[in-house]
């Protein structure tokens, strides 16, 4: 898309106003308001943008150990350019669209640290290898009848959810708060991200969406901007929405799983199935998933990006917790679905959760997928029954045990760069450090007295 397209595309729906931004290590949407002058400006030049968005956690903390930016650089300016492609009304602001930024240095060079460059990168290897990647994320998040101030003063404890009890696939819960079901549905459309299911999962005030199937790079954009797309509708619904892999250890975990196949470079034919085969999977496709399984392990903290990710990682909650994979298993982390169509047949990456940044799970699922291929790596049998007892590699089970294999991983060196792996272990093990100073509420109940 052109400037020249934009800007009919500006006038044709009333746009005064416009936002762009780009999302950081943890897939949080940073951004601001510009002018029509300054975008019509920074479509042609660019536009300056403190690279502290790199530098700093979730919680807005300087990190101490990255060598991208910090004190010793000043924290200078990053050049950010407007992804056009990217254009997008926000259908619940008036006369605003969104658009997408990717990041570069002074001298012009892609930042290797940026999510969305990472993907470009991977996207481009398998088109060069021939392959066009089709993706699909779908997601478990949860609704609670608070406020941004009401979980602050309950400290995150005793907050009230949208509705109570376990309600999985119900239409009469979706029928009662069908105004907030129609909200989602209406505003993701207009939105540019168009779903293919929507219902209630198990638990109280827990959703599930499934986000329609696209190429990789549009798939994740749409994947990182329906979880702000939820929280600024549920805001607007008097709400607030969660997508903590585990807010509450009595309950399931939210899940983000993705959905990952190889096409042709026309997107006229799905790669992985093969008519001929027995169970309709294709070479390429055990290839694919045989990668995957392998790096399973040592590609965990890119799937399983914070400390509480690993609360969900235990038996019998519909999380994997070993390296196996299954056809239509939804207790291996790898499920293979292979039908009911050749369209259909795809492979379900069930080890993230919904607290992914979806630009560096889709890159690091699909690269350990094309390292398969490359390597002509060889599936074992698939697992019938469960995986749980299953003798297979275990996960790891912390995020200092993942960004331990991470960090002395050569596989996730060579396929994702030194630089991005660097930073991004750095960004990991400042998580894990703060985690290690927090005085936890089951501490207090399990110590306080007693001890």
Known sequence: MDLKAVESLLAEHNITKINVGGFDIDGVLRGKYISRDKFLSAAGHGLGFCDVIFGWDSSDVLYDHVQLTGWHTGYPDALARIDLSTFRVIPWEPGTALFLLDFYNQEGRPLAVSPRHLLRQIVSKAEAMGF???????????????????????????????????????????????????????????????????HTETGPGVYETAIKYDTAMRAADKAALFKVAIKQIAARQGLMATFMAKWNSNLPGSSGHLHESLWDKDLKTNLFHDPQSADGLSEKSRQFLAGQLALLPEFAALACPTVNSYKRLVPGVWAPTNATWGIDNRTTALRAVTGPSPESVRVEYRLTGADINPYIAIAASLASGLYGIQNRLAAPPPLAGSAYGADAPPLPKSLDAATGLLRESHAARELLGEEFVDHYVRTREWEVRQSERAVTDWELERYFEII
């Open 132 to 198: 066009a990647p089709v993706v699909s994320t779908e997601y478990e998040y949860c609704f609670f009848k608070e406020d941004l101030r009401s979980v602050r003063e309950k400290h995150y404890r005793g907050m009230t959810p949208l509705s109570p009890g376990m309600f999985g696939y119900s239409l009469l819960r979706t029928g009662m708060f069908s105004e907030l079901a129609h909200a989602i549905l209406d505003g993701t459309r207009a939105f540019d991200i168009e779903l293919e299911g929507f």
